[in-house]
């Protein structure tokens, strides 16, 4: 469905609109790794014209989610073990920081852990969706309390990355999770930075392993 132009602010939410439709649908896994995303199929799925899906599809590239190339188009961005790697890598290099800086800024009595608890207790829920949702929120709010505006800046694409292999996956680490959340927030409480730190580290590392193993068909080398 080809539809007139639109106005810059019309254009500008309609961008919008199929960015966020198209993403949930990448991280949902509606749309597979190394699919392909063509402008005219895309246009006439969210009743728009190009103009915003080429917006969309650009910023999705930006953030690691789409691949285009000049004469092929666009496809979603196939998944490598190297990409796993990095995302593990790259949570390895901040949150073990912002873990020591949250339980610094507690201590000090400049942030309170109250939301932080409540989202252990929704993480530890039956319903999978619910739970997954809990504790990608519970690590984005020990980045919060760590103060660095730039760090929370830096997470929105990581938590959409996180999202999308957590949900190619089975959490085979249910109760140790559990029981790792538990003690961070324990450290985090108690102005444990060090000990924060070394824990959300280990959390992080542990579930490496287990993640490359479930998404051993659907990686490309």
């Known amino acids: 469905m080809e539809t007139g132009p639109e106005s810059d602010g019309t254009a500008i939410a309609l961008a919008d609109r199929v960015y966020r439709d198209l993403l949930r ?3 949902d896994g509606d ?5 392909w995303l063509k402008e005219r199929e895309l246009s ?3 009743a728009v014209s190009r103009i915003p899906v080429r917006q969309a599809l ?3 590239e930006s953030e690691g989610f789409v691949v285009t190339s000049r004469h092929r188009g666009a496809n979603v961005t196939p998944l490598t073990r190297a990409d796993i790697h990095d995302l593990f890598d790259t949570r390895l290099c901040f949150e073990p920081f912002a873990a020591q800086r949250a339980a610094e800024r507690v201590h000090e009595g400049i942030e309170t852990i109250d939301r ?3 989202l252990h207790e929704d993480a530890s829920v039956i319903d999978a969706e619910a739970a997954r949702a809990a504790s990608l929120d519970f690590h984005s709010e020990i980045v919060r309390l760590s103060g660095s505006r730039l760090l929370l800046r830096s997470l929105g694409p990581l938590v959409g990355r996180m999202e999308w292999v957590f ?3 089975r959490e085979t680490r249910d109760s140790e999770q559990t ?3 538990v003690e961070l927030v324990e450290s985090i409480a108690h102005g444990r930075g060090a000990l924060a730190s070394a824990q959300m580290y280990a959390h992080i590392e542990m579930s490496r392993e287990p993640v490359l193993s479930q998404l051993d068909g659907v990686l490309e080398n």
């Open 179 to 181: 029981d790792e959340h």
């Open 44 to 46: 006439e799925r969210f």
């Open 116 to 118: 932080l608890r409540a």
């Open 58 to 60: 650009q910023r999705l």
């Open 25 to 27: 649908a990448i991280i």
């Open 31 to 35: 749309v597979a790794p190394g699919a």
């Open 167 to 169: 949900r190619l996956t």
